[in-house]
Nanobody
Framework: QVPLVESGGGLVQTGGSLRLSCAASGRTFSSYVMGWFRQAPGKEREFVAGITSFGGSTWFADSVKGRFTISRDNAKNTVYLQMNSLKPEDTAVYYC??????????????????WGQGTQVTVSS
């Protein structure tokens, strides 16, 4: 088990920016593909962004391409989600996830073994 703790959520106006962080415990973090997901009320959890273990490859949902970036600092056991040009439809609880089962381009929640508790992002219009 790898505890994951998200932070950085909050309330922002349309067009604004937020940076989410996900801190992991354990020495195996740097070997895991990591991802960000989100879930809005009444909707299924959806993939947002993923990054390979050393950050060489990233992939994004079409809805966030060009606006969001994902990065990681393995020395700090932390993965980030930089969100720019936020829209009201980005409002959701954002979760980070990772683990040994996820691979390059994984977008399904079941591919990720470990999950954080989530952080709320609210974009006002």
């Amino acid at each position: 088990q790898v505890p994951l703790v998200e932070s950085g959520g909050g309330l922002v106006q349309t067009g604004g920016s937020l940076r989410l962080s996900c801190a992991a415990s354990g020495r195996t973090f740097s070997s895991y593909v990591m991802g960000w997901f989100r879930q809005a009320p009444g909707k299924e959890r959806e993939f947002v962004a993923g990054i390979t273990s050393f950050g060489g490859s990233t992939w994004f949902a079409d809805s966030v391409k060009g606006r969001f970036t994902i990065s990681r600092d393995n020395a700090k056991n932390t993965v980030y989600l930089q969100m720019n040009s936020l829209k009201p439809e980005d409002t959701a609880v954002y979760y980070c996830a990772g683990g040994p089962s996820a691979g390059w381009s994984s977008i399904l929640p079941r591919s990720y073994d470990y999950w954080g508790q989530g952080t709320q992002v609210t974009v006002s219009s």
